[in-house]
């Protein structure tokens, strides 16, 4: 499953760069508290990203760059998130199981 190229390391970097523990729980990335999004914690066992996307590596780096144009008006916003960095994000979020 943790197939994306990504580098967990840079990963958590990454994580911290773009806020993302503003609105998630993620173990391991200290400050990541955030009580608005769901906790990503056992994120890799996941069966649905999000509700609706397959918990696939290609998906979730769709998802960390565009959930608004997959699921519009949803809470989580257009970050930004450069590819390399999402590929990044996604190493490291498949080792929270
Ligand atoms: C402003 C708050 C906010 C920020 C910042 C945010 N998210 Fe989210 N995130 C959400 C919300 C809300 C959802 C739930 C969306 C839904 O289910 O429709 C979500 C869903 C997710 C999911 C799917 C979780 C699941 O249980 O299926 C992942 C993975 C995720 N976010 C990763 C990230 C990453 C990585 C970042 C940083 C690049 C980030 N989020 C930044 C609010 C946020």
């Known amino acids: 499953m943790a197939i994306t190229g990504g580098d967990v390391e840079r990963g958590k970097e990454a994580l911290r760069h773009y ?3 503003g609105c998630h729980v993620i173990p391991g990335v ?3 508290t955030g009580q608005v999004g769901p906790s990503l914690e056992g994120i890799a066992l996941r069966t649905y990203l999000a509700g609706r996307l397959q918990n696939a590596p290609e998906n979730m780096v769709r998802w960390v760059q ?15 998130v450069k590819d390399g960095d999402a590929r ?8 929270l199981r």
């Open 30 to 32: 200290p400050g990541a």
């Open 19 to 21: 806020g993302c523990g």
């Open 66 to 80: 565009h959930p608004q144009s997959i699921e519009p008006g949803n809470a989580m916003p257009e970050l930004g």
């Open 88 to 95: 990044d994000i996604a190493a490291y979020l498949y080792t």
